[in-house]
């Protein structure tokens, strides 16, 4: 089995992107922190969003990839958390929800039966991938809660509790910066003009957003294998 799944190595390569630009910025500091202020500024404020990027965009993979071992190892549906089947069919569940007209509700279902009904199958495998796009949808902008809710759709409900046993004393700064991670990159979108941290303050960060995704590799990929299937 290898060491990390391909997400989690793919993200370390992409997190060398942030610290190339936080160390452009600190060069910049370093010759002249005030002439240079604006450009500081604007390096700092796109790493934050590729950070955040990239957060996302990790979670969304290792989330894509566990749907594709699971079409690919053939896992018996039986296997599978009905959870999953939810978040598939979710777009169609929700119209179906808000519809009351008698006909448009009864196209619905007939959609749904036609699109979906061999999701919901509870024995053999899946006869085709589950839609990543659909299963993905409603997940972004990161938050450390928004993130375990997205583990937990596969029915990792414990995912927090071992998180918190596995980081110690980490669990809360983690939990912490990714959440702040989150806001300023917020405010960025929402036009905040100015960014109160340094390329020095933003380059320490790395090292636990690492951590954080490192430890929740190790511990959905060994609930994946006990409970579904092997995703590394």
């Not at 450390?144 to 029915?155: D, E, H, L, N, V």
């Not at 380059?203 to 957003?209: D, G, N, R, W």
């Amino acid at each position: 089995m290898a060491r990390y799944t391909t997400a989690y190595s793919a993200l370390v390569i992409r997190l060398g992107e942030v610290e190339t630009l936080l160390r452009l910025a600190r060069e910049f500091e370093r010759e002249n922190a005030t002439i240079n202020s604006q450009e500081i500024n604007a390096l700092c404020r796109g790493a934050i969003v590729l950070l955040c990027s990239h957060i996302e965009g990790y979670t969304k993979e290792v989330g894509e990839l566990t749907l594709a071992k699971i079409y690919e190892h053939s896992v018996c549906r039986s296997k599978i958390s009905n959870v999953v089947s939810y978040h598939a069919s979710r777009d169609i569940i929700s119209e179906i929800k808000d519809t009351s007209d008698a006909d448009k509700l009864a196209s619905k279902i007939v959609n749904f039966v036609e699109r979906d009904l061999s999701i919901w199958g509870q024995t053999g495998p899946h006869p085709q991938p589950i839609s990543e796009d659909r299963f993905n949808k409603s997940f972004s902008s990161p938050s450390f809660q928004k993130i375990a809710s997205y583990i937990s759709r596969f029915g990792y409900s414990e995912f927090k509790r071992d998180l918190n046993t596995k980081m110690k004393g980490d669990y809360l700064p983690a939990k912490n910066l990714i959440d702040h991670i989150v806001d300023i990159r917020n405010k960025i979108a929402h036009g905040d003009p100015v960014l109160s941290k340094t390329p020095t303050d933003l380059l320490e960060t790395i090292p636990m957003v690492k951590r954080f995704c490192r430890t929740t590799d190790d511990l959905f990929a060994a609930w994946c294998k006990t409970n579904i299937c092997s995703i590394r």
